[in-house]
């Protein structure tokens, strides 16, 4: 009660509020036209709600690019995210920059990174709604889609990529692949072999002439 000098045992506190920091201020300007940050919401600066992240934000990014994000922290408390689109085709502040992980966004189904050349691994492996995805003109050289059946869309062309694995499931789904520039790639995995080589056929599917189908 007001006034009081000391706790018998009978006080009650209210949590803490979590807060998450998201350090890059492009990253966070893209999310706080969904949320607010600092002391607005009880949080330092540059910190949001992590409830309110977990829940709010579904969709984020357009057409006019990632406006210069180079870091993605944060991302990992959006439980809800459906859509990311930070594409850097302009080369924006260098890009992106290091390993990005998706594995705390189960329901994120659309992920645009192209033109983030600092990008060296991608981890879907808890996206199993993940249906597009465009990577194209990253720092690929691995790139393991085995837990994604509900893939349609892959462009990852303009990495270096030694190893694809597309053992999903699901490669019946698929209507376009381009992983073109990719020289190195010799054997990319695949649910059929008989299926792709009949299927994965250009226009829609362009794969480097060193690539051979195999289980």
Known sequence: Y?????????????????????????????????INFGAAVGC???????????????????SAGNLGIVDLTGVEEMHALQTLIVYNPAGLNGGI??????????????????????????????????????????????????NNPALKTLTASGNQLTFLDLRSGGN????????????????????????ANTNWIVPDFLFPNTVTFTL
Not at 46 to 60: D, G, K, M, R, Y
Not at 173 to 194: C, E, H, K, P, R
């Open 44 to 62: 330092p600066a540059e910190h949001a709600v992590t409830a309110h992240l977990n829940t709010t934000p579904q969709s984020l990014g357009n």
């Open 97 to 146: 920059v290091g390993p990005v992980d998706f594995s705390n966004n189960p329901v994120l189904a659309v992920i645009n990174l192209y033109g983030n050349p600092g990008i060296t691994s991608v981890n879907v492996s808890n996206n199993s709604l993940l249906y597009y995805l465009n990577v194209m003109s990253c720092d690929l050289t691995s790139l393991d889609l085995s």
């Open 172 to 195: 019946t789904l698929v209507n376009y692949i381009n992983v073109m520039a990719s020289n190195g790639l010799t054997n990319v995995y695949v649910d059929n072999t008989t299926y």
């Open 2 to 34: 007001a006034g009081a000098t000391g706790d018998d045992g009978s006080c009650t506190y209210a949590p803490a509020i979590a807060c998450t920091h998201v350090p890059d201020p492009a990253f966070r300007g893209m999310i706080s036209s969904i």
